[in-house]
């Protein structure tokens, strides 16, 4: 079992950037990681994620060319830099580990979440 904890998250106005970080307690490079959010009344969702070595990396649609997802395996720690956020972007934000992409299912590693709040 990994665990995992992020930080970054916060309350910033349309067009702002924010850079949420997820450390992990031990090795993950052999695993995907992965980033979901959750809206109030909504399900959980797929963002981003990375596989071990950084060179696969889905987005979903609605973030594709604002958020970048990287990792630094060194520091067992994986980012997200979202640029240009939108109130749309509120949400939790959570980190995972496993061996999936796209479902929450595919991981079994989750941390606590971040609040991100886009708001004027």
């Known amino acids: 079992q990994v665990q995992l904890v992020e930080s970054g998250g916060g309350s910033v106005r349309p067009g702002s950037s924010l850079t949420l970080s997820c450390a992990a307690s031990?090795?993950?490079?052999?695993?995907?990681m992965g980033w979901f959010r959750q809206a109030p009344g909504k399900e959980r969702e797929f963002v981003a994620a990375?596989?071990?070595?950084?060179?696969?990396?889905p987005y979903a649609d609605s973030v594709k060319g604002r958020f970048t997802i990287s990792r630094d395996n060194a520091k067992n720690t994986m980012y997200l830099q979202m640029n240009d956020l939108k109130p749309e972007d509120t949400a939790v934000y959570y980190c995972?580990?496993?061996?999936?992409?796209?479902?929450?299912?595919?991981?079994?590693?989750w941390g606590q979440g971040t609040q991100v709040t886009v708001s004027s």
């Open positions: 031990r090795r993950t490079f052999t695993r995907y």
């Open positions: 990375i596989n071990g070595g950084g060179g696969s990396t």
């Open positions: 995972a580990s496993g061996f999936g992409i796209y479902f929450p299912e595919d991981y079994d590693d």
